[in-house]
C-alpha cells in the first residue's frame, strides 16, 4: 500500500507539471516565443534529487555572442548551489578573466574556453577549476537575458555606490534602483568601477538573487505561479532535460527565500600578463571551493 500511495504521488506530480506549463504555455502571448535560455543536463541528476533534499550544483552562463566579435566567450560565469533540505542556496561567481589552464589549450582567460572549443569546454574548465560536481547549465545571451527581464516587469538592486560608464551605460544611484532588462545588463557588464572583473562578477551574482526575488513576487498566487512557469517554458530550450525537470526547478527556486542566499566571489586578485589584464586565483580558493561544494553551504567562509 505504501509503494503504492508512492507512484500515485509521483504520478500526480508528474500530471501537475504537465498541467501547470500546458496551461502556462496556453495562457501566454506566442509573440515572445523566441527560446532565450538553453538548459543543457550534464549528468544524470534532476532538480528533484535523490535522496530527497540531496544538495545540487547548476552553472550559469552569460555568453556575449554579438555582431563585431570575432567569436562567443563565458562572459558571466556563476555556480547556483541548491540545498534544499536546509532551505538556502549559494552563488559562487568566478570572474570571467580568471587566468587557469583550459584543458587541452594552456594557460587562458576563463572565459576563453568557449572561444576556444565551445560550451563544454567552458563547463570542463570550470569544474576542473572548482571541482564541483555539475548537474545542469544553464546558458543564456545578452539578447535573452534583457528579454526575460523586461517580460518579469524588471528586477530591483541595492546598488552600493555611483555607477557611471559610458561603454556599458551603466547609469544607477547609490540604493535600490528598479532595473528593466537594458538597465540590468548595462549594471552585469560595468567593469570600470573599484577592484574591476572581480566586482562585476558579484554584481551579476546580485542580479541572480533579484531575479529570484521577482519570481517569488510574480508567484504569490497559482495564477502567478502558472504565468511565472509560462514565460520560463516559452524562454527555454531543453536539452537532455524534460518538463518535469523544469517544473521542480521553478518549485525548488520558490522555495529558496532571498535572505538565504550567499553570494560569495572567488578569491582573486587583478594581475597582468604580459599586456592583458586579467585574475588570478587568490589564495584561500581551494578552500572555498572543498567548503562549498560538499552540501552548497559555506560553513567556514
Do not use: C
Request: aromatic share 8%; charged share 20%; proline share 5%.
Amino acid at each position: 500500500m505504501k509503494r503504492f500511495g508512492l507512484r500515485l504521488l509521483a504520478a500526480v506530480d508528474i500530471a501537475l507539471a504537465v498541467v501547470a506549463i500546458s496551461a502556462a504555455l496556453w495562457w501566454t502571448s506566442p509573440s515572445h516565443a523566441e527560446p532565450t535560455f538553453t538548459i543543457h543536463k550534464v549528468d544524470n541528476a534532476n532538480f528533484n534529487p535523490q535522496p530527497m533534499g540531496a544538495p545540487f550544483f547548476v552553472m550559469v552562463i552569460g555568453v556575449d555572442g554579438r555582431a563585431g566579435l570575432d567569436g562567443i566567450r563565458g562572459d558571466a560565469l556563476h555556480i547556483v548551489g541548491v540545498n534544499p533540505a536546509a532551505g538556502t542556496a549559494t552563488i559562487l561567481n568566478i570572474p570571467r578573466d580568471t587566468y587557469v589552464n583550459v584543458p587541452g589549450f594552456g594557460m587562458d582567460k576563463i572565459n576563453g574556453a568557449y572561444l576556444s572549443a565551445g560550451l563544454q569546454k567552458q563547463v570542463e574548465t570550470v569544474a576542473a577549476l572548482t571541482g564541483v560536481p555539475l548537474s545542469f547549465v544553464i546558458e543564456t545571451s545578452f539578447d535573452g537575458f534583457q528579454a526575460l527581464v523586461d517580460e518579469m516587469g524588471g528586477v530591483n538592486v541595492d546598488v552600493p555606490t555611483r555607477m557611471y560608464d559610458t561603454y556599458s551605460g551603466a547609469d544607477f544611484q547609490p540604493g535600490r534602483n528598479h532595473m528593466a532588462g537594458g538597465g540590468a545588463l548595462s549594471y552585469a557588464r560595468d567593469r570600470h568601477i573599484p577592484d574591476g572583473d572581480i566586482a562585476r562578477t558579484t554584481n551579476q551574482g546580485w542580479l541572480l538573487v533579484a531575479g529570484l526575488e521577482r519570481a517569488r513576487e510574480v508567484s504569490q498566487s497559482p495564477f502567478g505561479t502558472v504565468r511565472l512557469l509560462g514565460l520560463m517554458a516559452r524562454h527555454t530550450h531543453y536539452e537532455g532535460v524534460g518538463l518535469r525537470d523544469l517544473y521542480h526547478l521553478v518549485n525548488l527556486g520558490l522555495t529558496i527565500d532571498p535572505a538565504n542566499v550567499r553570494n560569495v566571489t572567488m578569491p582573486a586578485r587583478i594581475g597582468k600578463v604580459g599586456k592583458a589584464d586579467v585574475v588570478f586565483v587568490g589564495p584561500g580558493a581551494d578552500g572555498l571551493f572543498a567548503d562549498f561544494r560538499d552540501d552548497a553551504i559555506l560553513q567556514s567562509h
